[in-house]
């Protein structure tokens, strides 16, 4: 299975704090994405980043790709508590063809 | 300009009964994808729609199946519900491009379905 999974599978820090999590998969991949849901709501998009890229920044967002390790980190940096979400990375190897890990179920306390 | 909407938000059947989700895709969007969610998982892909075609279909057995009408919405249909088929399904849409991969996935806030 090419299916990403993230780790930690929780993650709880103060307002203000930076959070980190990663991400890795098995095979080969055009784009990796990270996405965020809400309390069992829609995925909203944060990222993406293509294969030969490996750093991008957003915002308060930064992700890193590493694809000789198959892996990647989304950084949150000056976390809120409007943060408080699920986080998933979602790899493309095949059209439109996405495989979700099982999330990153961050909490920001304020 | 209307994102992706899905229809029911929430619904509850029997087991053995069928059931009908439906989705509009954002506009200018010609594809659309339906994924799985259960509880505490991550979205698992079921299948995806272009040209109101299948394209592409993940590890779902043939209760589960498609339609994609000319104006791009879709519907999930799936036969013969089982009590593991509760999940929050999501529809995503995404405007066909060529070369490698693909930009981002627009989804809808899902269809919570409850196997009694």
């Known amino acids: 299975s090419q299916q990403g999974e993230e780790d930690p599978q929780a993650l709880s820090i103060q307002e203000g704090e930076n959070a980190t999590m990663n991400c890795s998969y098995k095979?080969?991949?055009?784009?990796l994405q990270w996405y965020r849901q809400n309390s069992g709501r829609g995925l909203v998009h944060l990222i993406l980043?293509?294969?030969?890229?490996r750093e991008k920044h957003s915002g308060r967002l930064r992700v890193t790709l590493d694809t000789s390790k198959k892996s990647s980190s989304l950084l949150i940096t000056a976390s809120r508590a409007a943060d408080t979400a699920s986080y998933f990375c979602a790899t493309d190897a095949n059209f439109n063809k996405f495989y979700f890990g099982s999330g990153t179920k961050l909490n920001v306390k304020p | 300009d209307a994102g992706v909407t899905q229809s029911p938000t929430h619904l509850i059947k029997t087991r053995g009964q069928q059931v009908t989700l439906r989705c509009s895709p954002k506009?200018?969007?010609?594809?659309v994808s339906w994924y799985q969610q259960a509880l505490g998982q991550g979205p698992q892909f079921i299948f995806q729609y272009y040209e109101e075609e299948e394209r592409q279909r993940g590890n779902f057995p043939d209760r589960f199946s498609g339609h994609q009408f000319p104006n791009y919405s879709s519907e999930l249909n799936v036969n013969a519900l089982l009590l593991g088929d509760s999940a929050l399904y999501l529809c995503a849409s995404s405007p066909r491009t060529s070369g490698r991969g693909t930009g981002e996935l627009f989804f809808g806030e899902g269809s919570r379905l409850t196997v009694l």
């Open positions: 980043i293509r294969s030969n890229e």
């Open positions: 506009s200018g969007h010609d594809t």
């Open positions: 095979t080969s991949i055009n784009n």
